[in-house]
């Protein structure tokens, strides 16, 4: 080995010697090494941080709908069905009728009503039976199923009747009651069904030749209509 490699060998090992303590005092060195273990497989996971919660915005008001409010007004309507007055014979029935609702709550109307109808003569083998015109004056009430366009409607009211155009011999009054369903077609249109009873009574004199009876007795007569309504 050359003597010159061997003068200068104490020299390069102090060299390396000095590198290596200031790789270790360095604090370059030190975040260097903090990194690497950081980075390490082995080393345990940071823990989570927690979620920040998302909270959803309230949901943007819904105004009720029209038909929910806002069915107060003038009315008129017609309905066409069948009529009986005397048992067993079906007389054909037709009626107009008006008036004006106002809103009792978000699905109630309460409201009165003029009404006018007319059943039409009938006969069978033995007899004739008269036309009966009639009108009435009462109070009326419809209630919404909720949102739906399907409604329940009841009436009541006094009525007077003129069998045929007959005097007042032959008139004769009462009250009326009825029960129907139906369906809105819009703001302003609706058809229904409806079942209306006319309750009044009659006296009766009976006689013969040796007995007689004098009396009154409750009558009714029936009326099944369906119908068309326009509000304003």
Known sequence: MPS?????????????ALHAHAQAVSPAWTSYREGTQAASPNAAPAPAQPATPITAPPPAYQP????????DGFFVGAQAGQGWV????????????????????P??????ELTSGVLNDAEDTWYR??????GGVGANARFNFGRSPWFAAARLGYFSADPDGEDDDGSFDGVYAG??????????????????????????YYRSYNYSEYGTEVNRADLVTVGVEARF
């Open 64 to 71: 009720l709908h029209r038909q929910d409010r806002d069915l």
């Open 107 to 112: 699905y109630v109307l309460v409201g009165v």
């Open 179 to 204: 029960l129907g369903i139906g369906v809105d077609a819009g703001r302003h249109f609706s058809f229904s069904l409806m079942y209306t009873g006319f309750f009044y009574s009659s006296t009766y």
């Open 86 to 105: 005397y048992e067993d014979v079906d007389q054909d029935a037709f009626a107009v009728s008006a008036g004006y609702r106002w809103q009792a709550g």
């Open 4 to 16: 010159g490699f061997i003068r200068c060998l104490p020299l390069l090992l102090g060299a390396v």
């Open 129 to 134: 039976y008269a036309k009966v015109n009639y």
